[in-house]
């Protein structure tokens, strides 16, 4: 399984937009690029995903790199509820397309 | 409410004990999972069904056996567990396995504890 490389913890303050880095340099080209995000005492939740362009909905924006090799979730305005552990995970559809996790971003929003 | 719910959301058992995880998504989806959250550690995928077939065992102990009637329905049955074995146990659904525009959905767990 391909890999990703996250920052252990970030923090920002609330109402400022914040951007979560993932590093996979090994990406492959049918590898495509999800994040998650779990609340406290909750399972995970979907938040966006992308391949090559990038892409928003009502959550967030994703920002994937020309090479790949780097994307970026971009939360346009944290709130204190976006506290939260990000997980970016690259799935393969060609193998099965499993969710392997990662440890994850643990994300502090400050008032 | 995310669609999926798992029953009990707390448990404790004694190692000899015999006890069930019940997950249930309501969501017309085909394909249900197993995840292990253990303390300071990653997610672990545990078993896959697409269409009530296993499609994948992550080299899990026989003592962890699930079993999955049809497709809204999931249960993870326990016997003879480990003190290790105390974790956050996740049921999550999709569409399908491996659908390419096919998140998934995770129910909020069962807490886990052996003694």
């Known amino acids: 399984d391909a890999k990703t490389t996250q920052p252990n913890s970030m923090e920002t303050n609330e109402e400022e937009p914040v951007h979560l880095p993932c590093n996979h340099s090994t990406i492959s080209g049918t590898d495509y690029i999800h994040w998650y995000r779990q609340l406290p005492s909750q399972g995970p939740e979907y938040v966006i995903h992308g391949l090559t362009s990038n892409v928003n909905n009502r959550m967030a924006s994703l920002a994937i790199a020309e090479d790949r090799k780097s994307s970026t979730l971009i939360l346009h305005r944290a709130t204190l509820r976006d506290a939260a552990v990000y997980y970016c995970?690259?799935?393969?559809?060609?193998?099965?397309?499993?969710?392997?996790f990662g440890q994850g971003t643990e994300l502090s929003v400050k008032p | 409410e995310t669609g999926v719910t798992q029953t009990p959301r707390h448990l404790v058992m004694g190692m000899t004990n015999k006890k069930s995880l019940k997950c249930e998504q309501h969501l017309g989806h085909n394909a249900m999972y197993w995840y292990k959250q253990s303390a300071k550690k990653p997610l672990e995928l545990m078993f896959v069904y697409n269409f009530k077939e296993q499609t994948e065992n992550n080299s899990v102990p026989s003592r962890f056996s699930p079993e999955c009637p049809n497709s809204s329905h999931l249960f993870l049955h326990l016997h003879t567990l480990q003190p290790e074995d105390s974790a956050l146990y996740l049921c999550?659904?999709?569409?399908?396995?491996?659908?390419?525009?096919?998140?998934?959905?995770f129910g909020n767990g069962t807490r886990l504890t052996v003694t």
């Open positions: 995970i690259l799935r393969d559809y060609n193998q099965g397309g499993k969710l392997i």
């Open positions: 999550a659904s999709s569409q399908a396995a491996g659908g390419r525009n096919s998140p998934l959905h």
